[in-house]
């Protein structure tokens, strides 16, 4: 078994600024994703890693930025916050892209 | 363009009746067909998936139906119980080209005791 530990549960931004968001992952899993879920909404791909410092861009991948540090670590940074924006980011990983992926705890994100 | 479509967006059942929940789907490559359930306050989980070798897969009291000519699947959960309460997500992928996970809008379903 293995775990995905996000950090932080909670982020509160102003409008235009710069905020980070880190994943861990110990399962020792070659891919690892970052996903968007709004309210009412699936999830949608901003950015996905199939192995150390690769970066492919999702769908929503317009306004973020990410960074495979090490294979355990994914980090996303959301460059310019945009106002009463709010939503739930997703970190997951799997073995490789065709593999069940399995999700952090989520961070969530408001802007004031 | 919603490329995974799910319905209904809310689904109400009793304890022990059988829940019917809808996805469908317009990518033909589209080659494997995972459902996550999601429950408040927790992160998506799989559930169930199947690949269009078979019509059916069944796991238990959770049954997907796969129609390819259609490009429709159902999934059936049986004697439903208040702990099926959750968001069902269908997604869609394909093994060549764009691999990229697909998901649908979610069913919330509820099951009254």
């Known amino acids: 078994g293995g775990i995905i530990t996000q950090t932080p549960k909670f982020l509160i931004g102003q409008e235009g600024q710069k905020l980070t968001l880190k994943c861990q992952q110990n399962?020792?899993?070659?891919?690892m994703y970052w996903y968007r879920q709004d309210s009412g909404k699936g999830l949608r791909l901003i950015y996905y890693s199939i192995t150390e410092n690769d970066l492919q861009k999702g769908d929503l991948s317009e306004g973020y930025d990410a960074s495979r540090e090490k294979k355990s670590s994914f980090s996303l940074t959301v460059t310019s916050a945009q106002k009463n924006e709010m939503a739930v980011f997703l970190c997951?990983?799997?073995?490789?892209?065709?593999?069940?992926?399995?999700f952090g705890p989520g961070t969530r994100l408001l802007v004031l | 363009q919603q490329q995974v479509r799910q319905s209904p967006q809310s689904l109400t059942v009793w304890e022990g009746e059988t829940a019917i929940l809808n996805c469908s789907y317009e990518?033909?490559?589209?080659?494997?067909f995972p459902w996550y359930w999601q429950f408040p306050r927790e992160s998506p989980a799989l559930l169930i998936a199947?690949?269009?070798?078979?019509n059916k897969k069944e796991d238990g009291r959770f049954t997907i139906f796969f129609n390819k000519r259609e490009k429709k699947l159902s999934l059936h959960i049986t004697d439903s119980q208040p702990g099926d309460s959750a968001t069902y997500f269908c997604?869609?992928?394909?093994?060549?080209?764009?691999?990229?996970?697909?998901f649908g809008s979610g069913t919330q379903l509820t099951v009254m005791p």
């Open positions: 990518d033909s490559t589209f080659d494997y």
């Open positions: 997604a869609a992928s394909a093994s060549s080209g764009s691999w990229q996970l697909i």
């Open positions: 997951a990983s799997s073995i490789s892209t065709q593999d069940t992926q399995y």
């Open positions: 399962f020792n899993h070659d891919t």
């Open positions: 199947i690949r269009p070798v078979s």
